[in-house]
Every structure is written in structure tokens, then in C-alpha cells.
């Protein structure tokens, strides 16, 4: 099944902003957006954002999402040592009729 | 608080089955989906199936379609993948994650994971 399409790596520097994309299809993120998570080395992934650039209780205000057209965004302001992380987009896709996933960013806070 | 906490991970000759299961608790089962997500050593995360919690609306990823089979029993807040054919490829840790279906907050809380390796 087709998936995302996220850069393989960021490198930014401590209290700098931090930008990663992800680009799709008119059948999974142009349509339903798509949802953000980040996964530390040995843990299990972290929801960051959901449908309609929605943040679970808990994550903090530093983190957005946003879209536009085929391409979801996540902004990460403020870049702390603990963002440094892999991060994920997901997608429901409606052709396929399941959820795909991007392959992950390696997000490097210098 | 929500846990969801998978068993029945191990080791598997290829062509063998294996049963997994996600005991949720913490949250009401109802209006709930569980997802299977997995992740080979190393990789990225791949989706794998989701169920909603009455055992309805299920779907597959064409990696496991045909060969893989998710329930759900919402007397017991439990979710099982039924693991047919494996191969090697099937070799990862195996997450079980939440979705609540009013928000719309597709995985939401996650499991810690249980490792499946497909070796002979």
C-alpha cells in the first residue's frame, strides 16, 4: 500500500522551530488531514495531533499541525533535547480503505 | 487511567499461527475502535488491522489481508489478532492502540507492545 512521504531526517538547533511535512493523495491527507505522532527510541508512539489539526489533552501548545492541499504539516516551536525523537504521520486513506502511515522523520535538536 | 496491554507475542516457525491480545481498561470499551499497529526492528510503523469495539467495521492492510483476522469481545474489553501463514516479514513488535470514535482521535493511547519473530 501506498504511504506518505516525509523527509528521512531534520537537523535544527535548541529553541529553534522545527517544521516536518508529509505529502499524500487527494484520497488520505488531501482529504481527512492527518494525524502526528512521536516515538522515542524503546517506547511506544505518542499521539500529537489528530483530525482537524486537533491536540490531545496533555500535548503542549508548542506542537501544531496544519494542511494544506495534500501536504500536512507539524511545527514544533521552542525545540527542547526531549523533542528529539522520530516522527510519524498517518492517514485514513478512502481508496484503500486503511490507514497508511508516512516513514517517519528523525527530528536531530543540535 | 487508560491501559491497553498486549500478550501473546513470541517465537514462531514461518507457516505457523499465533494469538494476540489487547486487554483494555481505564476507558469505556464501547465507542471505542482498537487498531494493530506493528513495527519490524528498525523500521517505521506499519498499520496493520482496526475493529470497532462491537466487532463491526473491520479492515485489513493488503500486507495481512486474508491471513490475519482481528475480533472484538466487548464483554471482556478485549481485542485479538489471529495470526495465520506467517512469514518473516510479519516479524515485529506488535502495538494495539485506541481510537475513540465520537473525537475521531485515531491512536490515542498505546500499548507497550509484545514482539512476534517468525524464524525457524
Known amino acids: 500500500q501506498a504511504g506518505l512521504t516525509q523527509p528521512p531526517s531534520v537537523s535544527k538547533d535548541l529553541r529553534q522551530s522545527a517544521t516536518l511535512t508529509c505529502t499524500g493523495n487527494s484520497n488520505n491527507v488531501g482529504n481527512e488531514g492527518a494525524a502526528w505522532l512521536q516515538q522515542h527510541q524503546g517506547h511506544p508512539p505518542k499521539l500529537l495531533s489528530y483530525?482537524?489539526?486537533s491536540r490531545p489533552s496533555g500535548i503542549s501548545d508548542r506542537f501544531s499541525a496544519s494542511r494544506s492541499g495534500i501536504t500536512a504539516s507539524l511545527t514544533i516551536t521552542g525545540l527542547q533535547p526531549d523533542d528529539e525523537a522520530d516522527y510519524y504521520c498517518s492517514a485514513w486513506d478512502s481508496s484503500l480503505s486503511a490507514w497508511v502511515f508516512g516513514e517517519g522523520t528523525k527530528l536531530t535538536v543540535l | 487511567q487508560v491501559q491497553l496491554v498486549e500478550s501473546g507475542g513470541g517465537v514462531v516457525q514461518p507457516g505457523r499461527s499465533l494469538r494476540l491480545s489487547c486487554a483494555a481498561s481505564?476507558?469505556?470499551?464501547?465507542?471505542?475502535?482498537i487498531h494493530w499497529v506493528r513495527q519490524a526492528p528498525g523500521k517505521g510503523l506499519e498499520w496493520v488491522a482496526a475493529v470497532w469495539y462491537d466487532g463491526s467495521n473491520i479492515n485489513y492492510s493488503d500486507s495481512v489481508k486474508g491471513r490475519f483476522a482481528i475480533s472484538s469481545d466487548n464483554s471482556e474489553n478485549t481485542v485479538s489478532l489471529q495470526m495465520n501463514s506467517l512469514r518473516g516479514e510479519d516479524t515485529a513488535v506488535y502495538y494495539c492502540a485506541r481510537e475513540l470514535l465520537a473525537r475521531g482521535s485515531t491512536f490515542d493511547n498505546w500499548g507497550q507492545g509484545t514482539l512476534v519473530t517468525v524464524s525457524s
Open positions: 481505564g476507558f469505556t470499551f464501547t465507542n471505542s475502535a
Open positions: 483530525r482537524n489539526n
